[in-house]
């Protein structure tokens, strides 16, 4: 790649995985097939750009700026979105597997996960207001003193999620998924 800016440039097959791409700009791109697993994205901006069929998985996103960032069909296993710069934070997910990432105090209103698997994905201590869950496998994902006011879970599946350590007022869930709010209590629920 010459140059450390880019704007509106289309990358196919790019291959970063274990390297470095430290202190770019993309502005307005579009990511297709491209491998950056393991790699360094430490002070790169992403403004206005997508992600399709990405890999993701392990990057380093040391003051990474995530900024109106939509990722399709990625894997982003193991990601720490924690890192990230929360200067204009924001990111939409569509079938993508985040399992074991960590969105750890992160501000996440209004995100939209749709398809997704988020096993074992930290939420603590995120602000999830107004989030969307669609279709989404939330099992063993973490929620603890997490904002989840306004947050839609009526399709997602296999959470468990504790209301007296959370912020939950209006949120969502389906009468399938209340047994994911009463797991701590070992009570047995039959639908019939």
Known sequence: MDGLTHEGVKFESLDYADKALIGYEFVKCTFVNCNFSKCNLK??????????????????????????????????????FSHSNNFLFFVSFQNCNLDYASFFKKKLKKTVFNGCTLKDTDFEEADLSMAVFKDCDLQDAHFIRSVLEKTDFRTASNYTIDPEVNKMKNARFSYMGLAGLLAKYQIDIDYD
């Not at 890999?55 to 296993?77: E, I, P, R």
């Open 43 to 80: 002070n790169t901006d992403f403004i206005d750009c997508s992600f399709n069929v990405c890999n993701f998985s392990m990057a380093a996103l040391d003051n990474t700026g995530l900024k109106n960032a939509v990722f399709t069909h990625c894997k982003l296993m193991g990601v720490n």
